[in-house]
C-alpha cells in the first residue's frame, strides 16, 4: 500500500514522474539515447550491377560483360560509440550470387570492412570501407576455369535501431577486383576484370 501512494504522490509532484525503483531495477522512461557499442549479426538482400572487362589477345577483342542480379548474404561485426557521437565498427560480410552472362558468372564475396560515421540517437550514417574478395568463373568454348579476385571495396550507408537489439540498414557501395589472365591456347591469352555496384538492405540483431 506505501508503495502505491509513494508512486501517486510522485506523479502528482510534477508534470514528468520519476520512474518507479524496486528492487534496483527501474521501470518507467526509457534511456534518453540509443548505445550502439556492441556486436551483432544479420542477413542482407539486394541487387548488384557487375561487369567483367574482358581483353582477348589472339584474335584481338575487347569488351564489358554485364552481369546483373539478385545477390544475398550474411553479416557479423562490432560496432563501438565514442565520444560526440563518433561510431566505428568491423564486420565481415559472406554473399551468394547467381548471376551468369556471356560465358562469366559470379559466384560468391567476402568483405572485410572498416566502419566510420555519427549516430543521431537512433540513426547512424557512416562510410565504410576494405577488402572484397570474389570469386568468378570464366567458360569460353572448351575454355572453363573460375578463379578467386582480390580487390577492394568503398560505400556509404545508413542504420536504423527499431528497438534495442533489432536495427535495419541500407547501403552502396562499389567493389573493385584486380585483373586475372588465362591461356586459351593457340597463343590467345584473355585478362578479365571484374567490378561492380550493389545496393543492400539488412535487418541485424544486436546482442
Known amino acids: 500500500m506505501g508503495l502505491l501512494v509513494g508512486a501517486a504522490s510522485a506523479a502528482q509532484a510534477g508534470d514528468l514522474p520519476n520512474p518507479v525503483v524496486i528492487n534496483n531495477q527501474s521501470f518507467g522512461s526509457a534511456p534518453a539515447t540509443y548505445d550502439w557499442t556492441g556486436a551483432y549479426i544479420g542477413a542482407n538482400i539486394g541487387y548488384s550491377w557487375n561487369k567483367?572487362?574482358?581483353?582477348i589477345t589472339v584474335p584481338s577483342a575487347?569488351?564489358?560483360?554485364?552481369?546483373?542480379?539478385?545477390?544475398?548474404?550474411?553479416?557479423?561485426?562490432?560496432?563501438?560509440q565514442g565520444t560526440s557521437n563518433f561510431l566505428a565498427g568491423i564486420r565481415?560480410?559472406?554473399?551468394l550470387s547467381s548471376v551468369s552472362k556471356d560465358g562469366l558468372s559470379k559466384k560468391w564475396n567476402v568483405d572485410v570492412l572498416g566502419k566510420l560515421g555519427i549516430a543521431y540517437d537512433t540513426v547512424a550514417v557512416y562510410a565504410l570501407g576494405g577488402v572484397a574478395i570474389g570469386h568468378f568463373q570464366l567458360d569460353s568454348g572448351s575454355f572453363s576455369k573460375g578463379d578467386t579476385f582480390v580487390g577492394y571495396k568503398l560505400g556509404a550507408g545508413v542504420e536504423k535501431a527499431l528497438s534495442e537489439h533489432l536495427l535495419t540498414s541500407f547501403e552502396v557501395a562499389y567493389a573493385g577486383y584486380g585483373a586475372h589472365t588465362y591461356d586459351l591456347g593457340g597463343g590467345s591469352k584473355a585478362t578479365l576484370t571484374p567490378s561492380g555496384w550493389s545496393a543492400m538492405i539488412g535487418v541485424k540483431y544486436k546482442f
Open 92 to 95: 565481415v560480410d559472406g554473399g
Open 62 to 80: 575487347e569488351g564489358d560483360v554485364t552481369l546483373n542480379g539478385l545477390d544475398y548474404g550474411a553479416s557479423v561485426g562490432y560496432n563501438w
Open 52 to 55: 567483367g572487362h574482358v581483353k
